[in-house]
């Protein structure tokens, strides 16, 4: 069985798949990758299934050492990566030889860079996933993020070690957006239609604080409904929760299941990808949308992420 | 609260599931004590809401049907008005048709409904988008709503949980008892002494929502929340008591701590408490609270 080696773990890097859903009578939510579909793609590349166990970098890349040849891919953001001093494309797999160290460095882009590995991270599962939930300490790597001299089995699938490589126009479209489509949250009406306006109008800024849990927005101050509390209810990913004080959160994939402030809008399941690659600082906004349309770009992107041609060999 | 009241103690530990009897015993060693409770039955109306594009919200929170006098809503908050906090016997009807939905929902698993996240009066529907559209997971959830009266829900455990109050375990119980005029052991009494329903989990894995609190203890929240509060930490806010299974921030006050895990990876069910689970707080010292945490890590 194949082994990486993390000499440096980055600045915080998880094992993730495509969650664990359908345990939220426990309170426990889905988790998974932030950028489910650079992970998807990943493991595309490398031969796996798409929902394979990949490691998932913040900001900051690690240095990774490959005991025995295996087929990588890297997807998402551009963390400047080099195998043994040479540079290798994002979005393309390469081969790693045995002894060969990947190293990477600060983003240069979006937030999140993925490393897939044909055979896949190999966990012991917690509820059917290999993610990892921080907050519980549950799942991926020993329920944490990766350390220094940790040691990673690659899972025993093997294929053709077989270059592919993501068209320029799947690329192109699935671009991460800066713009987030939304749909109305459950109590758009509770809020003035001044406060509202204000939500559409503004750019916000997204605070250093976030994290898989929640993005922290700051910005123009939504005024929030007063008179009376709510009662706490389930909660979507992406559902944008107005708190006391008024500056928006986004629940992310690490979200608490249920919540008790009023929630504005949702974005949409288009874009959900798009918010793992939003960095602190970034600056972004926000537009309405119906649900038919929402319905109709979360078709488009399947029907593309469906496509034989999406990924060359 | 006559219904959180009645109490009807089994004589035998543990659920049909072979694995978890064997569990349940174990965990008994261990301080944990679970046996039954009763429950009574309610009926009435629900009002569906779409929440994402791939989720919808279903509400039992029609109060008029319940036939408790509100006064009328200022214009424009009817959403608002409905979802006032927790009132005992609304809540408890509204959250038994949450369980039973639930229920139902376990039993007869629709495809492409991926996840439900309940709470006190509604459940939140998560389905996939490229199968349903909303109105067609209404359609199916309906019909579902029209077989609530047949359900049977399980038989509802009681779960004894040991609690060390006051001191380093429950920083806030003396602000609690100044607030409201107590001593410490009438505070630890009006605590230990109720029974309380699991109206469901949320927020983090493994977390309880239990109530209804004793209205001599109804406190506020925290005006600032702490940044970490520890694992088993019991705490209490408005007329809910719940306890933190892991370390997260937290706006409860914090009256005691429990060296019970109540959520683990291992444990069959995962969760110590499950929805419409039963719940008594044991108050025990601190020489046994360290016992039980040796033996629980």
Known sequence: MGVIQVQEPGLFTTVQDLGREGFGAMGVSASGAADAISLRLGNRMVGNHEGAAGLEMTLLGGMFTFLERALLALTGSDFGATLDGKPVELWSSFEAKAGQTLRLGPTRSGARCYLCVQGGIAVELFLGSASTHILSGLGGNEGRALRKEDALKIGAERGAIHERRLTARALKELQPRKVLRVTKGPQSDWFPESARRLFYESRYRVAEESNRMGIRLEGAIVPVPSGGEMISEGVSLGAIQVPEGGKPIILFVEQQTTGGYPKIANVISADLHSLGQLRPRDEIRFERVDWETARALLREQEKLMASEDLISG | ?297
């Open chain 2, 1 to 297: 609260m006559a219904v959180l009241n009645r109490r009807v103690h089994g004589e035998h530990i543990g659920i049909t599931a072979k694995g978890q009897a064997r569990c349940l015993s174990h965990l008994r060693e261990r301080g944990v004590r679970y046996t039954f409770a009763n429950m009574a039955t309610a009926s009435g109306g629900a009002r569906f809401e779409f929440a994402s594009d791939q989720s919808l919200l279903v509400y039992f929170d029609e109060l008029r049907e319940t036939g408790r006098a509100e006064s009328g809503p200022p214009q424009g908050e009817k959403s608002r008005a409905q979802a006032r906090p927790l009132q005992s016997q609304i809540a408890l009807q509204a959250n038994e048709k949450v369980r039973k939905l639930l229920r139902l929902l376990e039993l007869e698993p629709v495809a492409g409904v991926r996840n439900v996240h309940p709470a006190y009066c509604s459940l939140l529907v998560k389905f996939d988008g490229l199968r349903f559209r909303h109105h067609e997971v209404e359609s199916i959830l309906r019909g579902y709503l029209e077989r609530l009266e047949e359900i049977k829900l399980p038989e509802p455990r009681l779960v004894e949980i040991p609690v060390c109050y006051g001191g380093e375990f429950g920083p806030d119980l003396t602000e609690v008892c100044a607030i409201h005029g107590l001593t410490r052991a009438q505070v630890i009494e009006l605590h230990a002494s109720a029974e309380y329903l699991v109206y469901f989990l949320g927020f983090v894995p493994g977390f309880a929502y239990l109530g209804e609190l004793s209205e001599a203890l109804v406190t506020p929240r925290l005006a600032v929340p702490r940044r970490r509060v520890p694992a088993g930490s019991v705490g209490i806010a408005g007329n809910q008591t719940g306890v933190y299974p892991f370390a997260t921030p937290g706006g409860w006050r914090l009256i005691g701590r429990t060296p019970v895990a109540m959520f683990r990876d291992e444990r069959e069910g995962f969760s110590l408490l499950a929805i419409g689970d039963r719940v008594r707080f044991a108050p025990i010292s601190a020489e046994r609270f360290g016992e039980l945490e040796k033996e629980w890590a």
